[in-house]
């Protein structure tokens, strides 16, 4: 018999080729998302026009960055740290969306 259709993916090409590609890829991802959002924090804090949206996304490059966290304590054997970070990072990150899309004040005058 052959094999079974899932089984041609663990086999050694494909399995070496997604374990070396996994961190570039998350890497690539995790930049963008943690660095766009510190980007926009700090134009909003430097603008002083929407400080609420500065804290949100500050919030929520928190919040992505702590599964990573998570991911790197769980190597070391403690699963149930990944668990708890994961949720602690969406807590973060639905901190983050509060206080972006919420009303803010703005000031008269922005900073240049």
């Known amino acids: ?39 926009s924090s700090r134009r909003f804090a430097r603008e002083g026009t929407m400080l609420h949206r500065a804290v949100g996304n500050a919030l929520i490059a928190i919040g992505a960055i702590m599964p990573g966290i998570g991911g790197i304590v769980a190597k070391t ?3 149930e740290t990944l668990y708890i970070t994961e949720l602690t990072g969406l807590i973060f990150i639905w901190g983050g969306y509060c206080a972006c899309v919420r009303p803010g004040k703005r000031s008269k005058s922005p900073r240049n």
């Not at 259709?5 to 930049?31: D, K, V």
């Open 77 to 79: 054997g403690t699963i």
């Open 1 to 39: 018999m052959g094999k079974r259709p899932l089984e041609c993916l663990h086999s050694s090409p494909f399995r070496n080729r997604s374990l070396a590609e996994t961190p570039l890829i998350n890497g690539y991802a995790a930049l963008f998302l943690v660095g766009g959002a510190v980007f």
